[in-house]
């Protein structure tokens, strides 16, 4: 569920910051107008069901030494020294 809070500025300028929560994942943003933030929220869903944005927390679980072997086999043989 998405929450859009209109916020106006110092300067007069008005704002939207939009925050998406969804099964304990949380994601915000802010967007100049309400179109953009209305868009991003039903993008940001999307990403969220899908476990799309946040694909990374796997590697989150990975030992050190698993990350060491990686690097030895795919970055090192690229290195000049």
Known sequence: MALIEKRRLKSGKVSYRVR???R???LEA???DRRSADRWSVQAEARIRD???FA?????NRLM???LDRY???ILPNKRN
């Open 24 to 26: 304990g994942r949380k």
């Open 51 to 53: 476990e799309a944005h």
């Open 65 to 67: 030494a698993e990350l």
């Open 56 to 60: 990374g927390e796997a590697n989150r």
């Open 30 to 32: 802010t967007h100049a």
């Open 72 to 74: 030895q086999t795919f």
């Open 20 to 22: 998406v929560k969804y």
